[in-house]
Structure formats: C-alpha cells, structure tokens
C-alpha cells in the first residue's frame, strides 16, 4: 500500500519516464516524485468526480512547489475545482477545509521528516484523516491508472501554468480559530499565570507569527527556530524524544536550537515549547533541579485531566503509559478509556461519537481536543499550539488533582531496519513472544485495529508492543509497566527482544 502511518511520504527524488516507474520508486525505496503526485491528483479526482472541490495546503520544503503543482495539474485534469490554502500548518488546513465546504483536503508535508522528504494527508469533507480502507482502495486504483498510462497522457513537467482556482487564507484564518479556543480553554480552566516560554516552531509556519501571538495573550514568549538553517533541522519537536532529559551543564554541547538556547532557572518551571514541522503536535520543556527534561504527551494530557471537571472521554495510543493508569478515580471528573493504534486518526476516530468533553494523546505529543467548527457544529483534530495553551490553562487553575501515577516507560528502535521481516505474525513473532515468556508469566497476544503488523503482549499493568514505523525505516520495541510493579526483569526481556530482533532484521 502506498499509504504509511500518517499519509505519503517519502524522499524526493527525479520524476521518472513512466507512472509505474514512480509508483515502484515509493513502494520499494520509499521515494517521492512529481509523477506520483500528479498520478493521486488523477486518483482523488477521479473519485471526488467532476465539478468536486479539493483544498491544498503545504509547509516550507524545497520541493512542495512543483508537487503542488503536479497534483493541481492531475486535480484539475479530473475536472477539480482547486482552492490553494498557502503555507499553513496541518490544523489550519483541516479548518480550511472546514472553512471552504471542500470535498477533500490536501496537506503536502513529511511532518518531523527531513527537509529532503516530503508527503500528502488527505482529509475527508469532515475534516478527518483517510482511513485503511479509503487508503487500500485508494492505492489499487493509483496502480490501475499507472498501468493505463497511455489513457492519462497530461504530462507534469509543463506544469509553470497551473494555477489554481481560487485561493484562501489558511495561515491567517487558523490564528483566528486559535483565538476562539483560547477563550473556550481559559473560560473551562484559568487564564495562563505569568510565563517566559521559548517556543520552536521547527521553523514551520508559526515561527512568522506565534511571539506575538502569544504575548498578545498574556504569554511572554520568544521564537528560536528563525535561526534553523531548513525545516526540521536542528529543531522542532521531530528531533525530541519523550523520554529526553539534560544537566544544565551538558545544554551548551546540544546541537538542537532550543535546548542550546535554555537557561538555569528554579525547578518545576515550564520554560520552553517545541512544535513539529507541520504545527500539529507539542513537546512541552520543564526545569528540573539540575536541568530540564522533556514533558511529553501523556504528561500534557495528564496536566489537562488533573483540572478538568464532569465527564471525558481519554484515548491513547498503544505506546502511551496513560493507558496503565490505574488511579482515574483520584481526578475531579468522570473518565471513560479507550486504547488505539499509533497515529492522530485513530485517536479522533475513537473519540468520533463520544457525547462528552474528549482528548486524545500519544507521547509524542500529538494531542486530539475538540474544536469549534464552521459550520457551528464540532471538529476534533490535533494542533500543537491548541494543545499548549490548552496544558498552560490547566495548569493556571487552583484546584488541582493529584499528579496521577503512570509507571515506566521504555521504546528503543532498530533503525533502519528492513520491515518485511516483521509483520507480527510470523515465525519471528513467535520467536519474540517465546522469548518474554520465559521471564514474565502470564502474557497473553493480541493485536488491534489500525496496526497491521502490531505485536502486543499484555498482562496486568505491564504491555510490551512491536510494530513498524508507519513513516520511516525503523520498528520499535516499546514496555509500559504501571507504577508498583517490578521492572527491572520487563525491561530485561525489552531489551532481550531488541536485541534478537537488531540482529534478525537490521538493514
């Protein structure tokens, strides 16, 4: 299937001769050219019909230009009508849709992926993300149109004509939105207290904008990523991990723009803000008594939780440890739990029908809360920003729960690693599930939904998950085990499993 975890994505890479060519150069190398971009054009085209509207908005890659132009091209050949969103972030495009009344939407990005790289997420007409289904037929209908090339002869390189048919202001038109959810937040928590945050925007769209933004709400805060040489590098939530701590004196030596860019300053204090490319995730920085470290997902969602009032609904993915949490019952509101696959669309699709307040996490900071719609009605969707001021909110109220009790939490990644050898089901699989069993009792397998190649191995308080990235050549291996338990002898048979697997299925 052309489709990872989140969209298409790949390397750039020289349009080839042919649209077959082109579709093998993403299947077997997991590159990206013009061609394939005009082949989904003519495929979205052809299944939104003639006279449908279709949105396209992008970040700032070297290359999103002339991909733009490569599906407005196949789009239009379809008989689309296109509205060009501009650069925007992935939120603002989804609320562009929204906006526009448009059958689909288009974000061109790769997300935290180099700059080098890039992709397409396609969202329905109600502003939700392609699901398996869509994705597999979708991708048989792409392999059918390569293999007609004849019949689709509009070529992609004369395509400095191509324009669109109207354009709209995404970029500007989210900042309006923000402002809206920010009044929802600080009506449903406290306005922030006093705050200096620095903010990286991994010198996506928002590095143009956010100081101001949110000073103009009462939140002091300077932008750094302006100083990255490219999207994404050197920057950026995508160069964070959840688990990522620092001494003071070690900052100095960091090549990451934000973290070099901290100061020593009283413990318990949040002091920093990292978004991802594409602006629809958040890692939040909080000082330590010898340093600073990492608050990630979970953690953000757990600040929200702690202030909330009456009743929730939570979803976290499969890699989050909320989903241990055995203490809810210490909070001040009511909380219903779902646990989803790894990936924003299975969090709002489990999220979808629920009558009650929502939130959706993953400790990578991607977070799902409700938003107002256009159309006066409710979206759900993720947003960094939205996600930030929703945790400063919560944590400016005075009556607070207790922090809630989430355990350990280990992943490691074989990268790169060849992820035909993995498919969580096959004699390596059983090899894996041999090897926990030997150490831990009681373990029972499954898989879930939205996660193909997923491995879970479950008892009690304690998971252990493999699966492969959905967007970059690498398969992790990730333990939960809930506060109390002994974990020491799960994270040995973690990294047993690693190990065995390093050694099966690097590349």
Not at 369 to 388: C, E, F, K, M, W
Not at 439 to 451: A, D, N, Q, V
């Amino acid at each position: 299937m052309l489709f990872g975890t989140d969209g298409i994505r790949g390397e750039i890479c020289l349009s080839p001769n042919s649209y077959q060519e082109a579709v093998e150069l993403l299947l077997q190398e997991r590159k990206l050219c013009n061609k394939l971009m005009h082949l989904v054009g003519l495929g979205l085209g052809e299944i939104s019909g003639d006279g449908s509207t279709v949105i396209i908005g992008w970040d700032d890659r070297p290359s999103n230009t002339e991909i733009v132009r490569s599906l407005t091209s196949g789009l239009q050949s379809k008989g689309c009508y296109v509205i060009h969103a501009g650069m925007c972030a992935t939120p603002g495009l989804q609320n562009a849709l929204l906006e526009t009344k448009s059958d689909f939407g288009c974000m061109i990005t790769a997300s935290h992926n180099p700059v080098s790289d890039s992709g397409i997420k396609i969202f329905d007409s109600q502003g939700y993300k392609t699901y398996p289904e869509f994705e597999n037929d979708f991708s048989n209908l792409i392999y059918e149109i390569s293999s007609n090339e004849s019949e689709n002869t509009c070529t992609i390189y004369d395509t400095k004509t191509v324009s669109p048919n109207s354009t709209f202001d995404a970029n500007s038109a989210h900042q309006e939105l923000l402002l809206k959810r920010f009044k929802e937040f600080s009506d449903m928590f406290a306005l922030p207290k006093s705050a200096n945050i620095i903010i990286d925007s991994s010198k996506g769209i928002a590095h143009q904008w956010i100081s101001p933004f949110l000073e103009n709400l009462g939140i002091n805060a300077t932008e750094v990523s302006l100083d990255a040489n490219a999207l994404n590098e050197n920057c950026g939530a995508g160069e964070l991990k959840p688990t990522d701590s620092w001494k003071w004196e070690e900052i100095e030596n960091e090549s990451h723009l934000l973290i070099r860019s901290l100061q020593r300053t009283e413990p318990g204090k949040i002091i920093a803000a990292a978004l991802d490319g594409d602006g629809d995730r958040c890692l939040i920085i909080e000082s330590t008594s010898d340093g600073c470290r990492v608050v990630d997902g979970d953690e953000m969602a757990d600040h929200i939780l702690r202030s909330a009032k009456g009743n929730w609904h939570l979803a976290a993915s499969i890699e989050s440890d909320l989903s241990l949490i055995s203490s809810l019952d210490r909070l001040h509101c009511d909380v219903s739990f779902t646990q989803t696959a790894v990936g924003d669309r299975w969090l709002a699709n489990a999220l979808r029908d629920s009558k009650c307040q929502v939130i959706g996490v993953e400790d990578s900071g991607h977070i799902v809360l409700s938003s107002p719609a256009p159309n006066g009605g409710r979206t759900l969707v993720g947003d960094g920003i939205a996600s930030l001021l929703m945790v400063l909110c919560a944590m400016s109220c005075e009556n607070r729960s207790t922090k809630l009790s989430k355990g350990f939490k280990k992943r490691v990644s074989i990268s790169p690693s060849n992820r035909s050898k993995w498919t969580g089901d096959n004699d390596l699989a059983d090899a894996v599930e041999k090897i926990a069993n030997q150490s831990i009792k009681g373990l029972h397998r499954s898989s879930l939904e939205g996660e193909s190649n997923l491995m879970l191995l479950e008892k009690s308080g304690l998971s252990i998950g493999i699966r492969n990235s959905g967007t970059q050549a690498k398969t992790n291996v990730s333990l939960r085990v809930s506060s109390g338990l002994e974990t020491t002898v799960a994270e040995n048979v973690a990294n047993a499993i690693f190990e065995m697997l390093r050694d099966k299925i690097s590349n």
